[in-house]
């Protein structure tokens, strides 16, 4: 990759950074609470350090590790969603709480996920589409399981400044949508002003750069969260 393409991607790198330290410096300190609202900041948490982990991989100029990231990124932020958003009370309680890496019960896989979100989130059904076999987004499992697309760029001319620049585009959308999530949890105007426009700002460069259709106006607030109401009641 030629020195200028190189300098263009550790520039947006620095973006990418600098949301990744708001989002942290906007993060409020809180106690321990429920055990849906604990699972749900500690994959708040987790999409966070993945995505902090995939600028470090990027700056490293270690593009397929970092790609492999993604699918990680957008997981852990949908298994909190999942937590305030899906999961049964049953489901919650049934989780292991012992530490083991093999445990018996434990969140579902993504796609089921995002299908049990599609009535509080109508558009995520074209996510869930594009998860079924061809469908648009299985270049996530690729990336993630070292697919073709992984192997295509070691035999071709490699990933070019316009992938890895929409890597971390990509990476940034995920990522905020957990601080997105974290107002859910506690109200919190600088976090959600933030956020918020920040989502909004990544859909709009998502669409100037790359083509992605033009994202409608959305409200700088999530759903109410009525299970959370619930297991507080």
């Known amino acids: 990759m030629e020195a200028d393409s190189l300098q263009v991607i550790l520039e947006r ?10 989002l942290r410096s906007l993060m409020p300190a809180v106690e321990p609470a429920l055990l849906r609202v604990d699972f749900a900041r500690c994959a708040i948490d987790l999409s966070l350090e993945h995505h902090s982990a995939l600028i470090r991989v990027v700056e490293a100029g270690e593009y ?6 993604l699918r990680p ?16 009370f049953e489901e919650v309680d049934r989780l292991q709480l012992d530490g083991s890496d093999n445990p018996i019960h434990d969140v579902p896989q993504l796609s089921a996920m995002a299908d ?7 558009p995520i059904r074209g996510l869930v ?7 648009a987004a299985k270049w996530l499992h690729k990336y993630a399981h070292g697919g073709t697309p992984q192997l295509n760029r070691r035999i071709g001319p490699g990933w070019t400044e316009g ?5 971390l585009v990509r990476a940034d959308v995920f990522s905020v949508l957990a ?10 105007p600088s976090l959600a002003s933030y956020a918020f426009d920040r989502r909004d700002r990544l859909g709009e460069e998502l669409h100037r750069k790359f083509g992605a259709p033009k994202a409608p106006p959305q409200p700088h607030e999530l759903p109410a ?3 959370l109401e619930a297991d507080q009641q």
């Open 73 to 88: 990124i957008l997981e852990a932020s949908t298994i909190g969603f999942w937590f305030v958003y899906a999961a049964s």
């Open 116 to 122: 049990r979100l599609i009535s509080v989130f109508p």
């Open 64 to 69: 397929g590790a970092a790609g492999a990231l």
């Open 13 to 22: 790198c620095v973006e990418s950074r600098q949301q990744s330290e708001r």
């Open 129 to 135: 589409e594009g998860f079924k076999k061809g469908g």
């Open 163 to 167: 992938d890895v620049t929409l890597m």
């Open 225 to 227: 969260a009525p299970l």
């Open 179 to 188: 601080g997105c999530l974290e107002t859910v949890l506690t109200p919190s």
